[in-house]
């Protein structure tokens, strides 16, 4: 008790008290100037005169369980007393938030259920700044938090900052380029073509990432275009049709942020782009097909890194213009369809490869 | 500790609580949150205040670059933002003019917006579009460098609260209006405006804070008005307008605020005050106001010296009196009228509530002196009553001391401080 109960407790003073029963059944009496300071349990005593005793305690919510109990009615014990300053009660919140953050968070709850909206306020704040400035992957480990969104979804929203993204944009294609081509080998498609079919399109990953208006739309461009490659090779369809779905999709693929996984694979023509308008942003989570590479980033080959840290920079000093005359070629392209692939260079023209000499 | 076994700490929490703790993180700390998990995904979008500014992006010294980022953050905001937005705030240097606020606008017109701040940069000032106006459930609005021109069919704010014009283009006939049709209106700041003359006609208004070179302002329907602070600057043709002005400056602006609690003038507020016949007895008497603070005042004035008479005079509940001098001590040192204070000033009148009493960037002119010496014999509760002398005075100082020194005192437990620097 505190020192402020023990100087009560007199004979000729008679101090109340209430009884609360936490959800595990145990019941506990608390001084009344204390209970009563928390919302909800002084209107269950006023409006439903339940807490004279024992048998009609009150039952707190399920969320405060008897230590959270303990700590909010430390807190509420020093808050009743009226006399204090506001340093002194500023001070005293400032010890008193200082636990381990499943506590922090547990409390939070408690505090809500009780209605007690200072504590919420003080607990809120400190997991606000627990919060502030953290990246996503420290922010999940320190509440345990699944990391259960695909890569997609977490490009949805908006962008994020990471460091060097274009550096992990870049290791993530290209990881996801290197498992492709493992599982190609396996397929044991017609080689030659497959080469082909490998080379030039990380070389598409590269001005797709660096060309048009953005990285993402960059990677989903040429992630589109990647799935259709692989389907064309397998069903040996260099049909026209075939061609003009690759060109919708870049064209939508240039018009919004991103495209989920399932675009490039399916081929639609339609890309199910979830969300805005134009970005370039630098700072971007990145995507990931459904393959989940998140450890391939360290591979890259330190040439090829450097190649493309060149290009980025090239292909990003000539993004900042002629954006309309680019939609114009893409357009106007759409009608002299061969059956090879062609990407949106950053120099604003279209190049085809044809052969595996280019680059 | 196996993190996949362990327990979701903060996901399950009630929404309420998940956005109290994300109004308080930065916008884009905040939006972050969305990929955390699939619960949190969204559960930013329902936040109700949105608050930007230049920490919302990447810095860098591209000027360009910054304002493309900052406007694309914000449209993509609003855009995957679901429900009411309350409160929009955007300060920033970078955007001045541009379509994209125009469209943010009439997107948040839409959603109930309540209070909009709004911080433009320099620059070319951004025109207010209509869409603003349709803003019906507004209670708080603050611009800062805009062009603002209500359509002649606008009606007014009806649950405008507070109202916030910093160096904002709008016609004194606008200002008017819009202040009389907004019944509701609390708070008043204007700002930095050119040569206003204002009638402010605003039943609910409690605080009013006016700064700029203001030719003439009347208070005419102020009832409740319990605070204000007002610095008016002075340009020639006020002061011309002023020499030729007639009616009583004090009683315009002072005449009907009979619930004033502090009064806080700055740099030509007496001034302005003195100007104008002076119409004998106050009609009103300032029964609650408890803290005044005149700036500048210059005691080689009489007509000034006056005023803060006038005031504290009719201030009987006075608790706390704040006066910077500012005379120009070659005039003040003539001193004109001395005997003024023996022969025509109020001697019946007690400050039975005054407590402290603060007169700084004192001169040590005898008007000066002989305001002090006014209060300390007027002021039977008076506490503290400090002086500093003005940092150009030093050879004075000492004088200063020894008349001080002299001085009757009305209060036993007055203490005097005189405040070296």
Redesign the interface.
Known sequence: MSEVDMAVIKPEMMKSYIWLQTADGSIQQVEQEVAMFCPMICHEVIQKGMGSSKNYAISLPQRVNPAMLSLILDYCRFHQVPGRSNKERKSFDEKFIRMDTKRLCELTSAADSLQLKPLVDLTSRALARIIEGKSPEEIREIFHLPDDLTEEEKLEPLKNTTDDPRIRLLNRLYAKKRKELKERQKLKNVEVEEERVDDRSVDDLLSFINGDNGDSKGIKTSKSKKKNRRRKDQQKNTSANEVLKTHNKELNGLNSVCCSAEVGQKSRGGVGATSNLNDVEDDIFTSKNELDDGDIDDEIDPALKEKIDREVEDFARRLNSDWPERMQEILSFGHERKPVHFSLNGNGSLRRYANSEQR | MD??L??????D??Q??IE???T???IR?A???????????YKWATLTQLVFDEKCV?SSNDRCKVE??LV??I???L??HQGPIHKFQLTTTHLQCCPDIDQWLLFLSRNDIKELVLELGEGEWFRVPSCLFNCKKLTRLDLFRCEFDPPPSFKGFLCLKSLNLHQVLVSPEAIESLISSCPLLESLALSYFDSLALTIRAPNLKYLCLEGEFKDICLENTPLLVAMSVAMYMTDDIAEHFEQSSGCNFNRFLGSVPRLERLIGHIYFTKYLSIGDDLGRLPVTYVHLKVVELNQVSFEDMKEILVVLRLITNSPNLRELQISGSSNTLAAIDAPDLDFWDDQCPSDCTFKQLKLVKMTDMSGVPHEMEFIKFLLANSPALETMSISPCVYVMDGRLNMLIELLRFRRASAQAEILFIQD
């Open positions: 993190d996949v362990a327990p979701d700490l903060i996901s929490l009630p309420s609580i109290t703790i994300l308080r993180l930065p700390d939006v972050r949150t969305s990929i955390l998990s699939s619960k949190w995904r990447i493309d980022s694309k953050f449209t993509r905001t855009f995957l």
